[in-house]
């Protein structure tokens, strides 16, 4: 496919575990963004990576959150030791070249529950 | 530091009707602006943006959207809302040296009504 790929499309986890979360970006972008989005909220920047370096993680919670990429493609959220307030869906994006005017490409999200 | 106000929380239209979402943001230079639709099921998706020159720019599936420095504002516009329509929009600013990162407004949930 063409789009922005993310696995899974639900997570159900057990507050104290962790979860990793995958993002697929369009091929050829080099820019790759993590949003939270909280039910009934609009979306909270969380990192952003161009290339596979990460300029900006001002958005990051806590040091429980933590994210790579490789390759200059695939990307990786985790979250350890999960706590209930952690429930979100997580939205990656991805952009062409990382400028402020480009328009970026959102996944399906990865629908995040923690019990 | 930059913001984005949706005072709307839900909108009822009827269809047909005309619509007008608002959007204040706060930003100490000329802001990126932009527009996101969510609709139940699927991702967000890029209705219009603004970076420079005309103020009143076009977007897809009929939709305009107005800056107007002045106010702070970038309100949304349709004039005969269809049932699909219905969705969530979201209002984002970015910056030209932050890389793209985006900052969302709350949303604004629109029904439309037979």
């Known amino acids: 496919g063409a789009g922005v790929s993310q696995s899974p499309s639900n997570k159900v986890t057990e507050k104290g575990k962790d979860v990793e979360l995958r993002c697929d970006p369009i091929?050829?972008?080099?820019?790759l963004y993590w949003y939270r989005q909280r039910l009934g909220q609009g979306l909270e920047f969380l990192i952003y990576?161009?290339?596979?370096?990460?300029?900006?993680k001002s958005g990051l919670p806590s040091d429980r959150f933590s994210a790579e990429r490789t390759g200059e493609s695939v990307s990786t959220l985790t979250i350890q030791r999960t706590q209930q307030e952690d429930s979100a869906v997580y939205l990656c994006?991805?952009?062409?070249?990382?400028?402020?005017?480009?328009?970026?490409?959102f996944g399906p999200g990865t629908r995040l529950t923690v019990l | 530091a930059q913001s984005v106000t949706q005072p709307d929380i839900h909108i009822t239209v009827s269809e047909g009707a005309s619509l007008e979402l608002r959007c204040n943001y706060s930003?100490?230079?000329?802001?990126?602006l932009f527009w996101y639709v969510q609709s139940p099921g699927q991702g967000l998706q890029l209705l219009l943006k603004?970076?420079?020159?005309?103020?009143l720019v076009q977007g897809i599936k009929g939709f305009e959207a107005e800056f107007k420095r002045s106010q702070s504002s970038f309100n949304l516009r349709k004039p005969s809302v269809h049932w699909s329509d219905a969705a969530e929009y979201f209002c984002?600013?970015?910056?030209?040296?932050?890389?793209?990162?985006?900052?969302f407004g709350q949303g604004t949930e629109l029904s439309v009504k037979p």
């Open positions: 994006a991805s952009s062409l070249a990382g400028q402020g005017i480009d328009e970026q490409f």
């Open positions: 091929s050829g972008h080099t820019a």
């Open positions: 990576f161009q290339g596979n370096s990460a300029p900006d």
């Open positions: 930003y100490g230079a000329t802001p990126y």
């Open positions: 603004y970076f420079s020159g005309d103020t």
């Open positions: 984002a600013v970015g910056a030209y040296n932050q890389g793209g990162k985006l900052i």
